[in-house]
T-cell receptor, first 113, second 112 residues
Framework: GENVEQHPSTLSVQEGDSAVIKCTYS??????FPWYKQELGKRPQLIID?????GEKKDQRIAVTLNKTAKHFSLHITETQPEDSAVYFC????????????FGKGTRLSVIA | SQTIHQWPATLVQPVGSPLSLECTVE??????LYWYRQAAGRGLQLLFY??????ISSEVPQNLSASRPQDRQFILSSKKLLLSDSGFYLC???????????FGNGTRLTVT
């Protein structure tokens, strides 16, 4: 089955700097890769997703890149702000059957003002 | 638009007591439904998922069970809670595989 590895587990950046979180997946049949942000005590919320027919997707200060050959995808946050502080989860899902999303273990991002 | 409701928001239960958490989805039909558990500071552990009424897949053997009595209703139960059942329980839904997953607000369960 699918296995998703996420790095780093914790990340501290200065306000205004960029943050990059990387994930690798094992199942080459995976074709959908969402990213979720979870603020303390709240539910995870989808912030951006990418499908395997696209190499990069951007939404304001966040972007996701996908390298299908290497089986990894990354979240990029530019001009970080204190409100970006949260736990971020990547996930992947194969395109067959009814297998649920497989999540990475999460990255705790702290943006220091 | 679609919405997901999950209740209660918080729950404190003694060891050995039963549990029933309920989740309902509005504004869609035949959703995939999921129960996740999150221990403090940890990741998302998938407990159960359902692709239709009466169809439940269990990911982790434990003293919990799930049921889907109606198309848009998903219930998480236990006959006797353990201390290790404490955590943040999240219900989620999506329309089909490969579509965005939407989470409920969660239930924070403390077993004492």
């Amino acid at each position: 089955g699918e296995n998703v590895e996420q790095h780093p587990s914790t990340l501290s950046v200065q306000e205004g700097d960029s943050a990059v979180i990387k994930c690798t997946y094992s199942d080459s049949a995976s074709n959908y890769f969402p990213w979720y942000k979870q603020e303390l005590g709240k539910r995870p919320q989808l912030i951006i997703d990418i499908r395997s027919n696209v190499g990069e997707k951007k939404d304001q200060r966040i972007a996701v890149t996908l390298n299908k050959t290497a089986k990894h995808f990354s979240l990029h946050i530019t001009e970080t702000q204190p409100e970006d502080s949260a736990v971020y989860f990547c996930a992947a899902i194969p395109n067959s059957g009814n297998t649920p999303l497989v999540f990475g273990k999460g990255t705790r991002l702290s943006v220091i003002a | 638009s679609q919405t997901i409701h999950q209740w209660p928001a918080t729950l404190v239960q003694p060891v050995g007591s039963p549990l029933s958490l309920e989740c309902t989805v509005e504004g869609t039909s035949n959703p995939n439904l999921y129960w996740y558990r999150q221990a403090a500071g940890r990741g998302l552990q998938l407990l159960f998922y359902s692709v239709g009424i009466g169809q439940i897949s269990s990911e982790v053997p434990q003293n919990l069970s799930a049921s889907r009595p109606q198309d848009r209703q998903f219930i998480l139960s236990s006959k006797k809670l353990l201390l290790s059942d404490s955590g943040f329980y999240l219900c989620a839904w999506n329309k089909n595989q490969g579509s965005p997953l939407h989470f409920g607000n969660g239930t924070r369960l403390t077993v004492t």
